[in-house]
């Protein structure tokens, strides 16, 4: 375990630099390889981006934007930046031209780092709005610098940030040093599910603390292995596979694409993994899928095995002893299948498996449980730097997000609205003081959150307060846990639960489009995902997965109608980059579906 941790990110990756030199920091794909970038290397990059920053006038605490991918440059950016005592401000892959300009303008970003020309070519038809924007930095693919000097390569950058390097060398090391615990380490825009995206200001203090809380239950090391592959414009991203990396000092992949995770995840195998729900829920299928999928004896084997392991799981999670015969069986369980299950997964040699940004049914928990592998659910906002709570290695409660860290202090108001405070509570959000007032109160987050807290100090999330859904009838109710039950199925891609201002609850649905060609597959369905979606078999599957739901719900909870659209959701419309569904966009893009489930019926 690390001793003390440094007091900014700019000291922590300086000390990382000067004692692991030589050791791998980065490794990025290379044909059929990862080749890696020593801190040595990583550092002088750093400094090359710090120097060129300083060639084109930028002053601290302006802002430099980045809009790429995961991939090397993107920390050497960021930690250019940072150590240039100025503010990164990520943008998020999936943003169209206008949504982005709205970000670089409303940060005032000076220079903005994109990863391709096409990108490069989105910022410039918005040109004319960027009044601050002094130079577009392209990392690759650029086929010709701009005329005008205004679109330049990365590597031109970083050539010219080196011809300055002596000549800058005295103000580089005065703004390093100045750097303040207090300073705004980023910028980062929340993806928006209503309304314009808010700016949360994070600063050191904010982004160290949660690191510090967080180290006292997860043990961190300069060993671990952290695959990079979820956005890095989210705070979770940062934290598992950035920051961590410069506080600790472990070596972090970037993964080359999403297509490849699971191959790569056997072939990094990290020791801290952090994936939201819908890559669980995949992950889980695809399990269920390959046993089914074996050969009858070891398909047997398989499942016995699986039952065996959540007897095992129930009990430790129910806090009961294992018992010795059942403690024999698990071994001879895990000999024959379940440590099989998890070589193929990658996770074979996580220490740390987690879970956040959404809600993620218990089932599936369960499902990784039962052969070994424990996923501790983390609950937080970007405003608190991503950690409110998290369920510990050894002491996971299925259904609830976990216990507070130290330093964090979580209470819930009269109408059971989650509060919190903390060093990790964010500083304000970025030139608009009304909206930073009305979520902090006393130095107390006001999350939107609903929850309740169980004696053991577990808490478990209920709803949003925006979310809840008051029916024509008055009934107040919660749309996740429908959501949840609906989303049960193969075949059930996303599920969204309508109702509110309505007489009865309907359902908006999408099929999962790798699931539904293979159940079509198997069921001689023919076509794209539309025919499938139109399927009568198809159909007489998810009316009968909708009875079933029903029978767990109450009378005003059951879903009367539902529509199954043509394609699923995609990210970047009707969700947000963590896979969270934007229901304000669903509900005006489907509003004529949705009004045709209500027509001709009453109240029921």
Not at 212 to 235: E, F, G, K
Not at 397 to 405: E, H, Q, S
Not at 521 to 527: K, L, S
């Amino acid at each position: 375990m690390p001793g003390t941790i440094a007091p900014d990110l700019v000291r922590a990756f300086a000390g990382q630099v000067s004692s692991r030199a030589a050791e791998p920091a980065m490794y990025f794909r290379n044909g059929d390889g990862f080749e890696a970038i020593d801190w040595a290397s990583f550092g002088a990059g750093a400094r090359r981006f710090s120097s060129y920053l300083l060639t084109e006038g930028v002053a601290e605490q302006d802002h430099i934007a980045i809009w790429a991918g995961n991939r090397p440059e993107w920390h050497v950016a960021d930690m250019g930046t940072l150590a240039l005592r100025c503010r990164p401000v990520p943008v998020y892959q999936t943003l169209s031209a206008e949504q982005a300009q709205y970000v670089l303008g409303h940060s005032e970003s000076r220079v903005v780092v994109v990863e391709t020309e096409e990108l490069a070519e989105q910022v410039l038809t918005h040109r004319a709005e960027l009044p601050d924007l002094r130079r577009i930095v392209v990392m690759g693919g650029l086929t010709q610098p701009s005329a005008d000097g205004l679109v330049m390569s990365w590597s031109d950058a970083l050539q010219r940030g080196e011809n300055a390097l002596d000549a800058n060398a005295m103000a580089l090391d005065a703004r390093a040093a100045a750097v303040d615990r207090e300073d705004i380490a980023t910028l980062i825009y929340t993806s928006g599910t209503t309304g314009p995206p808010k700016a949360v200001l994070l600063t050191h203090a904010n982004i160290m603390a949660t690191t510090a809380a967080l180290s006292t239950v997860m043990d961190a090391s300069s060993d671990d292995r952290v695959l990079s592959y979820l956005p890095l414009a989210h705070i979770a991203e940062r934290q598992v596979s950035e920051f961590r990396s410069y506080i600790y000092g472990n070596p972090v992949w970037f993964l080359d694409g999403v297509p490849n995770l699971g191959e790569r995840l056997r072939e990094v195998r990290p020791t801290v993994f952090f994936a939201v729900p819908r890559v669980w829920e995949k992950m889980s299928q695809t399990i269920h899928n390959g046993v089914a999928a074996l050969p009858v004896h070891r398909r047997i084997i398989a499942k016995l095995a699986l039952r065996i392991g959540k007897s095992v799981a129930t009990r430790r999670e129910q806090g009961k002893k294992i018992g010795a015969v059942r403690g024999w069986l698990y071994r001879k369980a895990d000999a024959l299948a379940l440590s099989k299950l998890r070589e193929q997964t990658g996770l074979d040699k996580a220490r740390i498996a987690a879970t956040g940004a959404a809600p993620i049914s218990a089932a599936v928990l369960r499902h990784f449980a039962s052969f070994g592998v424990e996923i501790c659910e983390v609950y937080g906002q970007t405003e608190d730097t991503g950690v409110t709570t998290i369920n510990r290695p050894g002491a996971v409660r299925f259904g609830t997000v976990g216990t507070t860290l130290p330093g964090i202090e979580v209470k819930l108001a009269e109408d059971g609205e989650i509060l919190v405070r903390g060093e990790n509570v964010f500083r304000g959000y970025y030139k608009d003081d009304a909206a930073t007032a009305e979520v902090l109160v006393d130095g107390w987050l006001q999350t939107g959150d609903v929850g309740e807290v169980d004696a053991a100090g577990y808490l478990r999330i209920t709803d949003r307060k925006k979310d809840l859904i008051i029916t024509a009838g008055g009934k107040n109710i919660s749309p996740s846990n429908i959501e949840s039950l609906l989303k049960g199925h193969e075949l059930v891609g996303n599920a969204v639960a309508i109702g509110d201002q309505r007489p009865y609850m309907t359902a908006v649905l999408t099929l999962d489009p790798d699931e539904a060609r293979r159940w079509a597959a198997g069921h001689g369905v023919e076509g794209d995902l539309g025919a499938v979606s139109r399927s009568s078999l198809v159909r007489v599957a998810i009316e009968a997965h909708v009875k079933d739901v029903n029978r767990h719900l109450s009378h005003v909870e059951q879903i009367k109608r539902w529509t199954l659209l043509e394609k699923d959701f995609a990210m970047g419309d009707e969700l947000t980059p963590t896979l969270k569904v934007k229901r304000k966009v669903v509900a005006e893009k489907y509003a004529v579906a949705i009004d045709a489930m209500y027509a001709g019926r009453g109240v029921e």
